[in-house]
């Protein structure tokens, strides 16, 4: 079984920093692509940030230069820095990997569980 599981969502000022992290655990055999997505209220889900497995990072342009994300593909692990956040940021904020897992020959998405981000004064 391959689960991800998010963690560091919550309340922050306008301004403010947080840092969200998801992990990917199981009988992974490789992870091809790590990212972010959102959803706000009433809207449909959106891509934020998403790491391939060769480095390249592709941004929401509503986020470019305030969001990094980042990844530790020992640890199975992606990281989305959110600097400079505006309450337009407010969102359930979902991890999503393409993971091969041992004994599959084929490329699965997962999602994480999601994790609310609320920005407000």
């Known amino acids: 079984q391959v689960q991800l599981v998010e963690s560091g969502g919550g309340l922050v000022q306008p301004g403010g920093s947080l840092r969200l992290s998801c992990a990917a655990s199981?009988?992974?055999?490789?992870?091809?692509?790590m990212g972010w997505y959102r959803q706000a209220p009433g809207a449909q889900r959106e891509l934020v940030a998403a790491n391939t497995v060769g480095g390249t990072t592709e941004y929401a342009d509503s986020v470019k230069g305030r969001f990094t994300a980042s990844r530790d593909d020992a640890k199975n692990t992606v990281y989305l820095q959110m600097n400079s956040l505006k309450p337009e940021d407010t969102a359930v904020y979902y991890c999503?990997?393409?993971?091969?897992?041992?004994?599959?020959?084929?490329?699965?998405?997962?999602w994480g569980q999601g994790t609310q981000v609320t920005v407000s004064s």
């Open positions: 199981g009988s992974i055999f490789s992870v091809y692509v």
């Open positions: 999503k990997a393409a993971i091969r897992g041992i004994g599959d020959t084929r490329w699965r998405d997962y």
